[in-house]
């Protein structure tokens, strides 16, 4: 076994991202960047138009603002959006399940657009890791950033990921995300390799149908289950294997029945309290739970103990922390786009929705309805 203890970083890095490329049985990308960094005065509008919370609560609490243009940091792109993404993640902040420092505060933290300012730092626009990435005035990019549901956005450079391979905004916006989460998921929080048997929770959502279609891919059997026979026909056309309709079924009995008795190897759960104590009963010795979100509410307080049984592992694992560093900016980001572009992930989008408070408040109905399938944008009109 190769020791790579003390290896330097770089080495370290570049051993990772080869493991990673394998597993993930992508080629290489052969893509070229070109990287603009001629500096022009960019002149921004005094205000933006965001979706914002004064307060948190209900849907009523969601609104249509003008605010203050972000501040503009040394080392941040400057992006007018084109797309908003819809994700869970918009409700609990709204709900207030994940706190806010202060208010107005404004939500969300998916979009796409193009780029209206480089960073002004020269250190940055020197920065190899920087230039890596191919940003220009006029790109494309889709953002993964807190706070960005708005006209025009400041953000960290390396929350951007440019967009690759022919991808369009409407698409990245949609897939950014989910995409990066089913990626980083299937990898780091539980390595999906062929031969397993995998159970995804909420298959027909927008993360669910990314996992459905990542786990036929990667050789795994993968078991869902959904709300409707409908559902479950868009998830079994995206790669599932069995679909089991939890309202209509026992999804304990029918996992042990698939699986003869022994469980999955691992559970992806993004329902959260309304399916936490069943997963221990599905999963098969030494299997693991990935506890993905809360959209039935956050699991309750449990003791290691309870792994005991079958050696169980858990994990309650965030995007944000696997994607940290430029190279695994640069590398996730552009395998997702690459992916994308080769039908290895299809993006299926439900609805697309006004930029106006009433379209905002209705998308985080929808969302959290149990009605949709795919995902949810918000198109953001430009004056």
Same mark, same amino acid.
Request: net charge positive; with cysteine; hydrophobic share 40%.
């Given at each position: ?8 970083? @770089? ?18 990308? *052969? ?23 004064? @307060?948190?609560?209900? =849907? ?8 203050? =243009? ?5 080392? &941040? ?13 918009? !409700? ?19 979009? *796409? ?16 890791? =920087? ?17 960005? &549901? ?11 990921? !440019?967009?690759? &391979? ?52 990667? /050789? ?7 709300? !409707? ?43 959260? @309290?309304? !399916? ?14 990935? *506890?993905?979100?809360?959209?039935? /509410? ?22 944000? &922390? ?18 994308? *572009? ?7 989008? =439900? ?17 959290? /309805? /149990? @009605? ?12």
């Amino acid at each position: 076994m190769l020791r790579i203890s003390r290896l330097s970083q @770089k080495s370290r890095t570049a051993i990772r991202l080869s493991q990673l490329r394998s597993h993930l049985n992508i080629r290489p990308s *052969s893509s070229v960047r070109s990287t603009s960094r001629t500096m022009t005065t960019a002149v921004f509008p005094e205000t933006i138009e965001a979706f914002a919370i004064n @307060k948190t609560g209900g =849907f009523e609490v969601l609104e249509k603002m003008t605010l203050p =243009f972000p501040k503009v940091e040394p080392g &941040h792109l400057v992006i007018r959006v084109e797309w908003i993404g819809v994700n869970f993640i918009d !409700t609990y902040y709204r709900q207030g399940l994940y706190p806010y420092s202060s208010f107005p505060a404004v939500l969300g933290k998916e979009t *796409s657009g193009e780029i209206v300012a480089l960073p002004t730092d020269p250190e940055v626009l020197n920065s190899p890791d =920087f230039q890596r990435m191919g940003y220009q005035v006029g790109g494309k990019v889709a953002v993964d950033f807190l706070g960005t &549901h708005s006209t025009y956005i400041s953000v960290p450079w390396i929350k951007a990921y !440019t967009i690759t &391979h022919g991808v369009s905004t409407r698409i990245a916006g949609a897939g950014l995300v989910q995409g990066l989460t089913a990626l980083s998921f299937f990898e780091e929080a539980y390595k999906v390799k062929k031969g397993d048997t995998i159970l995804i929770h909420t298959i027909a959502g927008g993360l669910g149908l990314l996992m459905a279609q990542l786990g036929k891919h990667l /050789g795994a059997t993968v078991i869902g289950t959904t709300s !409707t026979k409908e559902k479950a026909e868009m998830a079994k056309a995206h790669g599932a294997d069995h679909v089991i309709l939890y309202k209509e079924e026992d999804t304990v009995k029918r996992v042990l029945e698939i699986t003869n008795g022994v469980g999955v190897d691992a559970v992806f759960d993004g329902v959260g @309290k309304d !399916t936490f104590e069943s997963n221990f009963e599905m999963l098969r010795r030494k299997g693991t739970l990935v *506890s993905v979100g809360n959209a039935s /509410g956050a699991v309750p307080p449990m003791s290691p103990l309870k792994l005991l049984p079958k050696n169980l592992e858990l994990c309650r694992p965030t995007m944000n &922390h696997y994607i940290v560093t430029p190279d695994e900016a640069y590398f996730y980001g552009d395998k997702l786009f690459e992916m994308i *572009s080769a039908g290895v992930l299809r993006i299926n989008i =439900f609805k697309e929705y006004p930029f106006t408070q009433e379209g905002a408040q209705q998308a985080q109905k929808d969302l959290t /309805g /149990g @009605k949709t399938t795919g995902k949810l944008l918000i198109k953001v009109t430009q004056d």
